[in-house]
């Protein structure tokens, strides 16, 4: 069974920039949810999308956001780059109900220069 | 604000002995908890999880301990093995996953 795909595992910008990140659960999954690691604040929660849907939201800024296609596929985009938005980020896929485990993929590592 | 804490950076055990990682949480609303395992360069790997109706869950050498009246998670290892060595996280639920910071487990052979 294909696990959690997440394409580019590394990118280069430059702030001001915008990018997209992608993100492909585990198949028959409907709930992806990203994070943020970065070595200070460990791995922090930026949103969860079930069903195409955002269904709950962390305490990132706007220039964060994400969506989520009809095949569960997602992305997520980042706007106006920062320094310190260099960073992992993890997207992880469940079945989507209650108290069922997150499986996540490998990351994208994002460096702004 | 940090609602899940691991308090230990590191721990090494020697081959063969027990691994206990323990996790402490804040808040009482946590209905589901996680232990995930990091290697380098890869993502969090699912090891085990609990409900909060439960106080003990066991899959092969890993068991989890929930101790809800002192908000307290812990992961046993037993018996620990030189692959075990990876940074664990502990996670705690209400509809979103709150991570702990890591602990960096050293098994030596």
């Known amino acids: 069974k294909a696990g959690v795909t997440q394409t580019p595992r590394y990118l280069i910008k430059t702030r001001g920039q915008q990018v997209t990140l992608s993100c492909s659960p585990i198949?028959?999954?409907?709930?992806v949810s990203w994070y943020q690691q970065t070595p200070g604040q460990g791995l922090q929660f930026l949103f969860e999308y079930f069903s195409e849907t955002q269904r709950n939201k962390g305490n990132f800024p706007g220039r964060f956001s994400g969506r989520q296609f009809s095949n569960s596929r997602s992305e997520m985009n980042v706007s106006t780059l920062e320094l310190g938005d260099s960073a992992l980020y993890l997207c992880?896929?469940?079945?989507?109900?209650?108290?069922?485990?997150?499986?996540f993929g490998d990351g994208t590592r994002l460096s702004i220069l | 604000d940090q609602q899940v804490k691991q308090n230990s950076p590191s721990l090494s055990v020697q081959e063969g002995r027990i691994s206990i990682l323990n996790c402490d949480y804040t808040n009482s609303m946590f209905d589901y908890f996680l232990w995930y395992k990091k290697y380098p360069a890869e993502g969090p790997t699912f090891l085990i999880s609990?409900?909060?109706?439960?106080d003990k869950n066991e899959d092969g050498r890993f068991t989890v301990f929930l101790n809800k009246s002192a908000k307290h998670l812990s992961l046993h290892i037993v018996p620990s093995q030189p692959g075990d060595s990876a940074v664990y996280f502990c996670?705690?639920?209400?509809?979103?996953?709150?991570f702990g910071q890591g602990t960096i487990l050293t098994v030596h052979p």
């Open positions: 992880a896929s469940s079945i989507g109900t209650v108290n069922q485990p997150q499986h």
């Open positions: 609990i409900s909060s109706i439960k």
């Open positions: 996670a705690a639920s209400y509809g979103k996953l709150t």
């Open positions: 198949s028959g999954h409907r709930s």
